[in-house]
Nanobody, 123 residues
């Protein structure tokens, strides 16, 4: 069982930046494919970004490409989501996800989830 704890959410003006962090424990971090998802009020949870175990490959939703960057520090058991040029439509609860199966980078069916952190972008 993987435990995930997100941090770094908050209120920011449109055009601003935030960096989310997610600390993982309970399983060797280097074996985990990591991802970020988000859920806005009244909407379904959607994929944002994912990163392979060694950080060599990253994947993004079209809506965040060029603005968000996912990265990981395997020495710190942490994955990050750097969010730049934020828009009001980025407002959502952001969730960190983890899974030991590499295929989830494609299927996005992650097995472990954090509790979420709120990101609010004001116009």
């Amino acid at each position: 069982q993987v435990s995930l704890v997100e941090s770094g959410g908050g209120l920011v003006q449109a055009g601003g930046s935030l960096r989310l962090s997610c600390a993982a424990s309970g399983r060797p971090f280097r074996s985990l494919t990591m991802g970020w998802f988000r859920q806005a009020p009244g909407k379904e949870r959607e994929f944002v970004a994912a990163i392979t175990v060694n950080g060599g490959n990253t994947f993004y939703a079209d809506s965040v490409k060029g603005r968000f960057t996912i990265s990981r520090d395997n020495a710190k058991n942490t994955v990050y989501l750097q969010m730049n040029s934020l828009k009001p439509e980025d407002t959502a609860v952001y969730y960190c996800a983890a899974d030991p199966k590499p295929v989830v980078i494609i299927t996005r069916t992650f097995g472990s989830w954090g509790q979420g952190t709120q990101v609010t972008v004001s116009s």
